[in-house]
């Protein structure tokens, strides 16, 4: 652990970036952060930690973050720097004049999963309370919606169903469309652990990605899928299991809805979802398909892993459902080794969406047109809500175009960065009378703000984080607020200016909250936390230590549906124009967008994007390693360095997304997960050509 000067003192908190959630005791020098260090006792990570988080204090610091609330009539003025009265009356008064002017439904916002949850609680309570509709999202829209769609339908609740630990019982282990070892280093490593002690590897990804092939680890089968083709392969698995004889017929039996499970039975049975019907699509030798699924169906405990390379497609909530679909028919759900665990890419994924920031949910999952649900809040809150699910990030984006949606408050997210199709993205901002950024730094979003205020880091922060195995951990300030107000507090003022009277006295108050009003978190407190650690939701009656493993005895739902998974290709075509598939992931050293890492010493190891191409495909092109190459899709073209990799297959080129200047997401499509919008980043044909650019 590097260290910059003696500490003096120290204070436990979680990591800011990934939904592994690790425990650090930050030490300090006076006010300044002088190391992190793994705390032992942490539940997720017992000890152990990864060079992105080690170094997460660099940017609490950093000269670029931006400490006074700033305001401007026009995105073409320039910045004015006033008190926080003036920034919030600002904010106010503009979204009071647009909803007399447009009416009640023409502003929304947007939470983050970078936040405390009771920092995105107070943002969805300020958007259903305040500013009286549903307009509320999630960044997580873009990543993990599919999950809660496909988890909620098929389980009954949005959240995967093991803890980290439990991977120490797998014997065979699935990863598709993840990279631990890159994206989620600690939990990556503490896999690696146990493959190294004989648990079998099945790894179904375009990419070589490391697992594949590693010291001492070898995967009996890597299942190198083309990209769009997830379901057909899932469904192919499925076929095996299922006319081989080799579903758990006891646990279906009395575990899972038996109409469904007969109509899911004769759907892949069908000859059309074989692995000889669908080899040419995939691109797989029907043959592997087949021994994976034996040895899924048959190696002991048997755990799927995933991550956005499952979700972030058009049919990305299809596709967890045939996860879900492949878990129960082996019998792998509701102990120790096994389960089906989504891997988020954000630290609060899993807290943002649990605290109600999707439009058509109250806090736990509820929907808003539950009228006893409803009702509870509405007696909480003094307040009378809509039941009408509200406006999703595209069709905000989409009637900002039209002209009907005119104000947004976004928290901590750089949706002009992160979001798909960049061109509408901009248009959609630009016609915006009031966006509202509350933020560390000047991102590329805020250049169209007209109110910037500042946030605090999570070294600032007091609250939970919620992480990918639902643990609940603290985060706990560690320096003074840099900006002289929380984050929840700014929230809070700007919804009393907008009329709705909502005060606290501490975070603590707004967590008891969320206990008194959502069942799964009704014996959560931070007296709790700091007692004991953390703990996994669900905590209530039943449950009253936390619930580390779910849906021991019975589904959530009651009993387990199947639900019919009918591969459907994507609308995105390659052809001659656009030849080859790019696909977008993550590596070690950075987080997201780069926005925290670029501003840390995690900058030395990472200071471009690259395009990694086929060695064949390069010299088809003429393109030699490192070049410089444009990549063109129909939506428009980047420009990047290459680095010709035997890691990719044929045809299919990938890039990570950590700097602005490589503008990934100004070529990805404008398709959709068909259920829940998320987009489709990892799909997009594209040719790719020398570049005269230096
Ligand atoms: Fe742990 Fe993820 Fe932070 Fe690394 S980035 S220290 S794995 S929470």
């Known amino acids: 652990v590097e260290q910059h000067g003696t500490p003096t003192r120290a204070v436990s908190t979680t990591c800011a970036y990934c939904g592994v959630g690790c425990s650090f005791r930050a030490e300090l020098q006076g006010d300044q952060v002088v190391r992190m260090v793994p705390e032992k006792t942490g539940g997720a990570n017992e000890g152990h930690s990864c060079v992105k988080g080690r170094f997460a204090w660099g940017y609490a610091t950093h000269k670029d973050r931006i400490t006074t609330p700033m305001v401007r009539e026009k995105t073409t003025d320039p910045?004015?720097?006033?008190?926080?009265?003036?920034?919030?009356?600002?904010?106010?008064?503009?979204?009071?004049?647009?909803?007399?002017?447009?009416?009640?439904?023409?502003?929304?916002?947007?939470?983050?999963?970078?936040?405390?949850?009771?920092?995105?609680?107070?943002?969805?309570?300020?958007?259903?309370?305040?500013?009286?509709?549903?307009?509320?999202?999630?960044?997580?829209?873009?990543?993990?919606?599919?999950?809660?769609?496909?988890?909620?339908?098929?389980?009954?609740?949005?959240?995967?169903?093991?803890?980290?630990?439990?991977?120490?019982?797998?014997?065979?282990?699935?990863?598709?469309?993840?990279?631990?070892?890159?994206?989620?280093?600690?939990?990556?490593?503490?896999?690696?652990?146990?493959?190294?002690?004989?648990?079998?590897?099945?790894?179904?990804?375009?990419?070589?990605?490391?697992?594949?092939?590693?010291?001492?680890?070898?995967?009996?089968?890597?299942?190198?899928?083309?990209?769009?083709?997830?379901?057909?392969?899932?469904?192919?698995?499925?076929?095996?299991?299922?006319?081989?004889?080799?579903?758990?017929?006891?646990?279906?039996?009395?575990?899972?809805?038996?109409?469904?499970?007969?109509?899911?039975?004769?759907?892949?049975?069908?000859?059309?979802?074989?692995?000889?019907?669908?080899?040419?699509?995939?691109?797989?030798?029907?043959?592997?398909?087949?021994?994976?699924?034996?040895?899924?169906?048959?190696?002991?405990?048997?755990?799927?892993?995933?991550?956005?390379?499952?979700?972030?497609?058009?049919?990305?909530?299809?596709?967890?459902?045939?996860?879900?679909?492949?878990?129960?028919?082996?019998?792998?759900?509701?102990?120790?080794?096994?389960?089906?665990?989504?891997?988020?890419?954000?630290?609060?994924?899993?807290?943002?969406?649990?605290?109600?920031?999707?439009?058509?949910?109250?806090?736990?999952?509820?929907?808003?047109?539950?009228?006893?649900?409803?009702?509870?809040?509405?007696?909480?809150?003094?307040?009378?809500?809509?039941?009408?699910?509200?406006?999703?990030?595209?069709?905000?984006?989409?009637?900002?175009?039209?002209?009907?949606?005119?104000?947004?408050?976004?928290?901590?997210?750089?949706?002009?960065?992160?979001?798909?199709?960049?061109?509408?993205?901009?248009?959609?901002?630009?016609?915006?009378?009031?966006?509202?950024?509350q933020d560390l730094f000047l991102n590329e979003t805020a250049a169209f703000a007209h109110v910037f205020l500042p946030g605090t880091s999570f070294l600032e922060k007091d609250g939970t984080f919620t992480n990918a195995e639902r643990r609940i951990n603290r985060v706990r300030p560690v320096m003074e607020e840099r900006n002289g107000l929380s984050e929840w507090e700014a929230v809070c003022r700007l919804a009393q200016a907008m009329g709705y009277d909502m005060t606290y006295n501490a975070p603590s108050e707004i967590m008891d909250e969320i206990a008194r009003l959502t069942p799964a978190f009704a014996g959560v407190s931070f007296d709790r936390l700091d007692r004991e650690g953390s703990l996994q939701w669900p905590v209530n009656d039943k449950a009253p230590n936390g619930t580390p493993t779910m849906h021991v005895d019975g589904f959530v739902r009651g009993k387990g549906r199947f639900m019919i998974t009918e591969y459907v290709p994507t609308d995105e075509r390659t052809n001659r124009s656009f030849p080859l598939i790019l696909t977008t992931g993550r590596i070690l050293s950075q987080y997201n967008v780069g926005a925290q890492t670029r501003r840390t010493e995690n900058s030395r190891w990472h200071d471009q994007d690259v395009l990694e191409i086929h060695p064949f495909d390069a010299e088809e092109r003429g393109i030699a390693d490192g070049d410089m190459v444009s990549i063109q899709s129909r939506m428009g073209a980047v420009t990047l360095p290459v680095m010709i990799s035997e890691r990719m297959p044929q045809g299919v080129v990938y890039t990570t997304f950590h700097h602005p200047v490589s503008g990934a997401n100004v070529i990805t499509t404008e398709f959709s997960d068909w259920a829940t919008n998320c987009p489709e980043y990892k799909v997009t044909a594209v040719q790719v050509a020398r570049s005269n650019q230096p």
């Open 79 to 437: 910045w004015r720097k006033v008190d926080w009265d003036e920034a919030i009356n600002f904010a106010a008064d503009r979204f009071k004049k647009i909803q007399e002017k447009y009416g009640q439904n023409a502003i929304g916002g947007i939470t983050s999963s970078r936040c405390t949850n009771e920092e995105v609680y107070v943002v969805q309570k300020m958007i259903r309370a305040a500013f009286r509709n549903n307009n509320v999202d999630t960044c997580a829209r873009v990543c993990h919606s599919p999950t809660g769609y496909g988890l909620k339908n098929t389980f009954g609740t949005s959240a995967g169903t093991q803890n980290f630990k439990s991977v120490e019982k797998s014997d065979v282990i699935l990863v598709i469309g993840a990279n631990p070892t890159d994206a989620h280093p600690v939990f990556g490593s503490r896999m690696k652990k146990r493959l190294r002690q004989g648990a079998k590897l099945i790894v179904a990804d375009p990419r070589r990605i490391e697992l594949v092939e590693t010291p001492h680890i070898k995967a009996s089968h890597h299942l190198q899928l083309r990209p769009g083709t997830n379901v057909a392969l899932m469904n192919a698995l499925s076929h095996v299991v299922v006319t081989e004889g080799l579903v758990n017929e006891a646990f279906v039996a009395e575990r899972c809805d038996p109409v469904e499970f007969d109509r899911w039975r004769t759907f892949v049975a069908e000859e059309r979802n074989s692995p000889e019907a669908m080899a040419d699509k995939i691109g797989v030798d029907p043959q592997e398909i087949r021994k994976a699924a034996r040895l899924f169906a048959t190696g002991g405990n048997a755990a799927i892993y995933y991550g956005l390379g499952v979700t972030e497609h058009s049919q990305g909530s299809t596709m967890v459902m045939c996860l879900a679909n492949l878990a129960m028919a082996t019998g792998n759900i509701g102990r120790e080794g096994v389960g089906v665990n989504p891997l988020r890419g954000q630290n609060n994924v899993q807290g943002s969406c649990d605290m109600g920031s999707f439009p058509h949910e109250l806090p736990g999952y509820r929907h808003v047109s539950d009228d006893a649900v409803r009702g509870s809040f509405e007696d909480d809150w003094g307040v009378s809500l809509s039941s009408d699910p509200g406006f999703r990030i595209p069709n905000m984006f989409a009637a900002a175009v039209d002209g009907t949606f005119k104000g947004m408050f976004v928290q901590g997210e750089d949706i002009a960065q992160s979001d798909p199709n960049t061109h509408h993205v901009t248009a959609a901002l630009e016609a915006l009378e009031c966006l509202v950024v």
